[in-house]
């Protein structure tokens, strides 16, 4: 894949780990899990350049995580620019805020029902998470004419298991408020999830989903190109067959997320 970028949205202090090319890392948290951050009139960047891997997680689990009891993850955007770019051919970029990515399962331990709380506010900010891949240059097998970018708040995305309560809240307002998933080039793909549930996803309880978009803001998904496909849930459900790409970066190896 030529230029893949996956933004998730959600914060929360990260439990996340990205699987190396020894293998795939566990968490495992036993009792309650609060993740909590705060970005105010501040910039958060992540960028992968030439054949480089970049991933940034904040208040957010990503790959193979357990967590026994209940799950708080909270994000709050203020007066900020929060962007995730992969621009170069085989370039692999990742950021989660506020997000379940990979496989993740939270379950009713001994003493609490397994409760998951998601939520996202962009206030007075800029999210961008943009794969642009204009290159022909990568040599690699898996290196194909395309970009991919997944973007997500508050959201489970992959293989997510949830015995309990889930709710997922987005609020984005503001005048100037931006949030954007772009994806240019040939066969590219943009995917934005809002306080949805995309992919194989379990929930055996009650599921609250709430995208609150106001004040003048623009949330946008656009994918340009001769094979451009353009994917946007709000507070959603999508079983999407296959489901979505877990496994990312040339050959799935080092950058897998299993």
């Known amino acids: 894949m030529k ?3 996956i933004f998730a949205l959600s914060l929360v202090a ?6 190396s090319s020894y293998g795939t890392a566990t968490i495992n948290i036993t009792g309650s899990s609060t993740q ?3 970005v105010n009139g501040s910039r958060v960047e992540n960028t992968a350049q030439s054949k480089a891997y970049a991933n940034q997680n904040i208040a957010s689990n990503k790959g193979s995580i357990t967590v026994s009891g209940n799950s708080t993850q909270t994000s709050i955007v203020d007066n900020a620019v929060v962007t995730n770019k992969a621009q170069s051919a085989g370039d692999v970029a990742v950021q989660n805020l506020a997000s379940n990515v990979g496989t993740v399962s939270i379950d009713k331990s001994i003493h609490f029902t397994g409760t998951s709380n998601q939520t996202a506010n962009v206030v007075g900010a800029t999210l961008k998470n943009e794969a642009n891949s204009s290159s022909n240059s990568c040599s690699g097998p898996d290196c194909r004419d395309g970009a ?14 949830i015995s309990g309560i889930s709710t997922q809240v987005v609020g984005i307002s503001g005048s100037g408020t931006t949030v954007s998933n772009t994806a240019k080039g040939a066969n590219t793909v943009a995917v934005q999830n809002m306080s949805s549930n995309y992919g194989k996803v379990n929930i055996s309880g009650n599921s609250s989903q709430t995208t609150s978009i106001y004040g003048a803001s623009i949330v946008a998904n656009l994918a340009n190109g001769a094979f451009a496909h353009a994917y946007q849930n709000i507070a959603s459900n999508d079983s999407c067959d296959p489901p979505p790409v877990v496994c990312v970066g040339p050959a799935c190896g080092p950058y897998a997320m299993r």
């Open 148 to 161: 991919l970018a997944y973007q997500n708040a508050a959201s489970n995305m992959g293989e997510v298991s």
């Open 36 to 38: 909590t951050a705060s």
């Open 3 to 5: 230029s893949i970028a």
């Open 14 to 19: 990260t439990a996340a780990m990205a699987a």
